[in-house]
């Protein structure tokens, strides 16, 4: 059997601790990949900070279910095919590192996630993310979100990536590829801008500005009804 010239390499760039559990909110300018390509003020205000007044915030009840079902589904997807000879690893962690300028300062923002899967297939790693379907999704049309996020797992381990949708009554699969370079570029058009904005609004001690979307629809913007910062949001 060939050696795996890159896979160890890249490996060593896994953070090993078990930090990034659904609960854990990330210190100051760490920014959990799955919140990227979301609401820019909500990972901020996750985190209390003391220049916010948070106090009149109404709790909502979270989206356990769906959460927890998609959870399920990953688990099984990842159990069934961890015996696989291309299977490296199974929800190794991620830290990827970059720095930005902002007000005359250096800061190195920090990416953090899981990967679902990485693979190793003809000599090639492969990042692996799995997205569960509340139904069969023949007719789905994969979302940029998505795209997003697998971009940031493929920058940290240099290499292409596929996303595999599957519906949970059917168990039907898709599967969508994006190379590197792609994930490149939206890393640099994209993901560096936005999180700039997340940065420099930490940094100035000020909330980032409510998303266009979010605010045209006064609070009725999907993310915002499953939020628990509508009220402080929009009233
Ligand atoms: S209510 Fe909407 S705009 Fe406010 S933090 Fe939540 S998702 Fe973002």
Redesign the pocket.
Known sequence: MKALPTASEQLSKIALSNQFSQDYVPPKFHYRVSSIPY?I??PI?RRSPDWVDLSMVEKQPDQWQAAHIGTMMHQALQGDISGSKHVVAIEPEIDLIFDVEIDDKKLDIHLVGHIDILSHIDNKLKVIDIKALKSSGLNYTPKQEHFLQLAVYQVAMQCDGELWYMARDTGEEMFYEQDLATAQSLMAMTIIPKVSIMAQAELREELPP??LQ?ASKQ?Q?W??RY?E??S???E
């Open positions: 609401c003020r909500k205000l409510i998303p979010h609070g913007f993310e915002c939020c910062f509508s402080f949001c929009f």
